[in-house]
């Protein structure tokens, strides 16, 4: 059967593909912006770090150029010479800010033909090794006036390039020149920046983690720089955009009307819960044989009903606690009931075990876990009428 053929001359999947390299790229940049920062998209670059100082004023920008080529990149490269031209031109129009270039690109570094470079195997190398005043004094001398000849032989940099090539001081060449200019080669492919972007998501102060809601909020994030990138509004990124847009994203709305009935019921829960406090009270002050006191708070744990006339095993490994079952026998001499309470995971139950096998004295052993509202209620009275008859048994009363 005939289909249709198709014209790879008019296919731009390669300036696609950039385009969504470009979008990945500006999403990490934007998840790490501090709060004095924003992002600002197709502006000078094709996304530029914008600071402000603490009256709000913009004193530095980095412009980013993105590039997914994986053609190897030297000095004598289309896009490095763009980049350079670039650099001289937002230069002079914004005289005031100090700015920075990047050419971020997937490309790894060439070497560049006819080239002897001293004291590094490519370009771009030696650039950096300037930049790092990595060099003694002379060979730092000699590096400046390799970098300074090869470029001036660039017949692709403006004239203003070629002007402030041949005029400089090796000191302007390198604060105003070497150092503001940057090679990002090797970076990441879009697999490993999503791979960052979802950590960078999970380190969050409220981590986002959960794979289908990190989905959803990536691919609101993506939606929101598209858009972006095709409008022809105000295209910038700011801290606090991007907190809306992830508070939008993780926080589940839910109907006024449930939120009330959960605190109605949380108040009756609360109620009841503090009668069956009051019935114990009663309980205990009405059979103790001496006043009861409140004592110092021990920290302690429970768990799910579970009522019987032995003491459950203790973990494998469980510290003796002397001096805490000594300080609770201390204060509870003649004491008929003792109370301990805290919160989950601080230990109640073991403290309570270990007292019980010191003390050797009669004891009901029941756990609360996970009951709620009537379940528990009715357990509680359960519990309480047999606790009332031990007393009884114990004191004599009937």
């Known amino acids: 059967m005939a289909d249709l053929e198709p014209d790879p001359a008019r296919q731009a999947t390669a300036t696609i593909r950039g385009y969504a390299y470009q979008c990945y790229q500006t999403i990490r940049a934007w998840l790490q ?31 980013n150029q993105v590039k997914h ?56 190398d030696l650039w950096d090794r300037v930049r790092a005043r990595e ?41 105003d020149f070497v150092d503001p200019i940057f090679w990002d080669t090797g970076q990441p492919p879009y697999t490993e920046i999503q791979q960052d972007i979802h950590r960078i998501l999970s380190q969050r102060e409220r981590p986002i983690s959960d794979p289908l809601e990190v989905q959803q909020v990536v691919d609101r994030l993506w939606r929101n720089v598209m858009d972006l990138l095709a409008s022809d509004s105000d295209r910038r990124l ?38 069956v406090e009051r019935a114990m009270l009663d309980m205990v002050t009405t059979l103790a044989s001496k006043e009861v006191k409140n004592l110092d708070v021990v920290q302690v744990h429970h768990q799910a009903l579970f009522l019987c006339d ?36 601080y230990g109640k139950t073991t403290i309570a075990n270990l007292l019980m096998r010191e003390l050797k004295t009669q004891f009901l052993w029941f756990r609360l876990r996970r009951l709620v509202d ?17 007393f009884r048994s114990a004191y004599g009363i009937f």
């Open 33 to 63: 912006c501090g709060p004095d920062e924003e992002l600002r998209c197709e502006f000078a670059e094709d996304f530029d770090l914008v600071r402000r100082d603490l009256d709000g004023r913009v004193t530095e920008a980095e412009l």
């Open 69 to 124: 080529e994986k053609k190897n990149v030297t000095l004598n490269s289309d896009s490095v010479s763009e980049l350079i031209n670039n650099f001289f031109r937002h230069k002079t129009r914004n005289p005031g800010l100090k700015l920075k270039v990047r050419l971020c690109t997937i490309a790894d570094r060439g070497r560049e033909t006819q080239a002897n470079w001293p004291h590094a195997s490519c370009g771009m």
């Open 135 to 175: 060099l003694n004094s002379q060979d730092q001398a000699t590096a400046i006036a390799a970098l300074r000849s090869h470029l001036q032989a660039n017949t692709h940099l403006a004239a203003e390039v070629k002007t402030f090539l041949t005029t400089s001081e090796d000191s302007a060449f390198l604060s």
């Open 238 to 275: 700011t801290r606090r955009n991007l907190e809306s847009i992830l508070s939008e994203e993780t926080t589940t709305k839910v109907n006024r009307i449930l939120v009330r009935q959960l605190a109605s019921d949380v108040s009756d829960m609360t109620q009841k819960v503090t009668r």
């Open 310 to 345: 032995e003491l459950p095993p203790l973990h494998a490994i469980c510290s003796p606690r002397s001096e805490v079952l000594s300080d609770i026998r201390a204060k509870c001499q003649e004491r008929a009931f003792l109370w301990i309470y805290g919160s989950a995971g």
């Open 374 to 390: 009537f379940e528990l209620v009715s357990n509680l009275r359960f519990i309480l009428n047999r606790v009332l008859r031990k």
